[in-house]
Structures are given as C-alpha cells and as structure tokens.
C-alpha cells in the first residue's frame, strides 16, 4: 500500500530565507506526486504536480520540487519565503497505473505548517 | 473555487441528529470525493464517487453513506452524527482520462472551500 511521510509537522523560518519542506513516500509501482497548499480557513490548492518527464518541477508562487526515484523523494523548496508563503502544505501520491477503483486515489500526508517571521 | 461548491459552509449540530453535506460541480467531471481533514491527521478519504450511482469506500467510511444521483451532485450523510465525526470536510472532483474507460486523468483534484461541522 501506498504512504506519504511528511518529515516535520512544523517549520518556522525567517522571511527571505530559504526553505525546504520534505515529503518522502513508499510504493510498489510508479507514482505520480503532488504538492498543495492551503492558506487558513481555505481549500487546497494545487501547488506544482509531477507526472513525467524532468524531475525537477516548477509551481506557482515560486515554489519548486525534485523527484528523486531512488530516495522516493519529493521535497519542495523555495529560495526566498514571503510572509504570505504561510500556510498549510500537504503532499501527495497516486499510481501510474490507474484503471478504476482506488487505484488513481490521492493518498495525502499528514501536512507541513510552514510559519514565515518577519 | 472555480467550478465546484460545498453547501453548507458551517454547521453546528446535536449528536444523533442526522446531517447531509452537498458538494455540486459545473465542471462535469466523473470523479468526485469527500475528504475530511483533522490536526495531525492530514486528509484521510471518506467515500468516493466514479459516476452515477458508482460509489466505493474510502479509508475512513463507517459512520458515513453518499450518494449521487447526479453528474454534479455528490452527498455525504452522517446518519447519527457522534462527537469523532466533528471535522472540516473537503468535496474534490478530478477528470476521466479521455483514453481509459475508468481511469481518472492525473492532473490533481480540485477541492472546494469545505463543510465545518461541529457536533455538540
């Protein structure tokens, strides 16, 4: 079965500096994987996705992620935080092979609360 | 969000009392979900829908039926709330893939803005 660890429940950082949120996970089969935020008293939103081709993948708000086959990794990272990167952030996986049923099933981590400080 | 809303957007109500959520979508998507989402939880899959009147179990489902009678419609009930089911709940939606009869295209779901629900 398919899981998502989210290292670090909390990160606290200072605004402009860098910052690196880390999503480990573990299948049996390809995957493809995910990345969303959610601002407080919102909805997720998607953040970046990958799905093929080049492992490192770009998002909205300057965020971006690297896959890492061998490490079944997929950390988000950002250079320069903005006190409006605050927020809630939450990774995700699902299989390649998707015909039905709960194969295709976003499997979600337990959630990344990233707190920008001035 | 664009294209999908859940009704209603706060509620508070008495334990065993009956309770029914509605998450509607103009997108015509085949695949909807509900989610609820609690602290230290992250969001764990209630119920899910991949047409209509096609619905299947997710990881957290006793306690909770859905139905949906219609492409845009999907209904989550609580037929006697109880305190453990006080949460956030999340509607999301994803597209078929055009090329596989019942795969969902994996472009990530949409979430609507959720359903908090209080159980006193």
């Known amino acids: 079965a398919q899981s998502v660890t989210q290292l670090d429940s909390q990160v606290p950082v200072f605004e402009e500096a860098p910052v690196e949120l880390r999503c480990n996970y573990s299948s049996s089969v390809s995957v493809y994987l995910f990345w969303y935020v959610q601002y407080p008293n919102q909805g997720l939103q998607l953040l970046l996705k990958?799905?093929?081709?080049?492992?490192l993948v770009k998002g909205i708000n300057g965020f971006e992620a690297e896959f890492n086959k061998s490490q079944t990794s997929f950390h988000l990272r950002k250079p320069s935080v903005h006190i409006s990167d605050t927020a809630e952030y939450f990774c995700?996986?699902?299989?390649?092979?998707?015909?039905?049923?709960?194969?295709?099933?976003?499997?979600f981590g337990k959630g990344t609360k990233l707190s920008v400080k001035p | 969000d664009a294209g999908i809303t859940q009704s209603p957007r706060h509620k508070v109500t008495e334990t065993g009392t009956p309770v029914t959520l509605r998450c509607h979508q103009t997108e015509n998507h085949r695949y909807m979900y509900w989610y609820r989402q609690d602290p230290g939880h992250g969001l764990r899959l209630i119920h899910y829908?991949?047409?209509?009147?096609?619905?299947d179990k997710g990881e957290v489902s006793d306690g909770y039926s859905v139905s949906r009678s219609k492409t845009e419609d999907f209904l989550l009930t609580l037929e006697s709330a109880t305190s453990s089911q006080t949460s956030v709940y999340f509607c999301?939606?994803?597209?078929?893939?055009?090329?596989?009869?019942?795969?969902?295209?994996?472009?990530?779901?949409?979430f609507g803005s959720g359903t908090r629900l209080t159980v006193v």
């Open positions: 995700a996986v699902s299989d390649q092979m998707n015909y039905g049923g709960s194969q295709g099933n976003l499997i």
């Open positions: 829908s991949y047409g209509v009147k096609d619905t």
């Open positions: 999301a939606i994803s597209e078929q893939d055009p090329g596989k009869v019942h795969a969902r295209r994996n472009y990530g779901y949409t």
């Open positions: 990958y799905l093929s081709g080049s492992t």
